[in-house]
């Protein structure tokens, strides 16, 4: 059973570093990887998308890796902002579902 | 993109009653639904699979008989909780992918339950 990972939990930087969250997932045949924002009390809001045989996706000042071979994912997100203060979840698709990590809770301190 | 939407966003009902909650897609023909329930601060733990005219399927755990999901058209899913405890307080979220594994699924917003 595919099993979703994410390292940290929780995470608190000052505004204006660059930090990254990591995803691992124990099988590596997957469709996909995304990568989810959640803010306290919402749905989900997607972010990037990576399908099986692609590598990274960018979007502003996110980028997303992937090594289906490692199953392991990284979230990069450059220059931090308050507003980026939320959960981050990673979710693998496989077969009929999706598989989603625990989360990281982002603080980002103004 | 893509538009799913869930209704009603938050709910509150009397302990041993029952509440229905619908996820519908708006603008696609969602042949695969997917129903996820999230505890505070856990992640979200998928409960059932359905896909258009067929019996939902479970997750281990996941009682069929108590959460009745009920797929019956192309843009409709509905999840309905019987005989509500106060246990079964939490987020749900539905999701939803037009075609097979690997096209893209939406997720609706969320539905609160509150169990009193």
């Known amino acids: 059973k595919q099993e979703v990972t994410q390292i940290p939990a929780a995470l608190s930087v000052p505004e204006g570093e660059n930090l990254v969250l990591n995803c691992s997932f124990t099988d590596s045949a997957i469709y996909n990887l995304q990568w989810f924002r959640q803010d306290p009390g919402k749905g989900l809001t997607s972010l990037l998308l990576?399908?099986?045989?692609?590598r990274e996706q960018t979007s502003g000042r996110l980028n997303a890796s992937l090594d289906k071979s490692s199953g392991r994912s990284t979230l990069y997100i450059a220059a931090s902002q308050p507003g980026d203060s939320a959960t981050y979840l990673c979710?693998?698709?496989?077969?009929?579902?999706?598989?989603f990590g625990a989360g990281t809770r982002l603080t980002v301190k103004p | 993109g893509a538009v799913v939407s869930q209704h009603p966003s938050w709910v509150i009902c009397k302990s041993g009653t029952s509440v229905k909650i619908e996820c519908r897609s708006l603008?696609?023909?969602?042949?695969?639904m997917f129903w996820y329930r999230q505890f505070p601060k856990q992640s979200l733990m998928l409960m059932a699979t359905?896909?258009?005219?067929?019996?939902?399927?479970?997750e281990q755990g996941v009682e069929k008989d108590k959460f009745l999901i009920n797929h019956a058209s192309l843009t409709l899913s509905t999840l309905t909780v019987t005989s509500a405890h106060p246990e079964d307080s939490s987020f749900y979220i539905c999701?939803?992918?037009?075609?097979?594994?690997?096209?893209?699924?939406?997720f609706g917003e969320g539905s609160w339950l509150t169990v009193v």
């Open positions: 359905s896909n258009e005219g067929s019996k939902a399927t479970y």
């Open positions: 979710a693998v698709e496989v077969d009929n579902d999706m598989r």
């Open positions: 999701s939803a992918r037009a075609g097979g594994p690997g096209n893209t699924i939406y």
């Open positions: 603008d696609f023909q969602a042949t695969t």
């Open positions: 990576i399908q099986s045989s692609q």
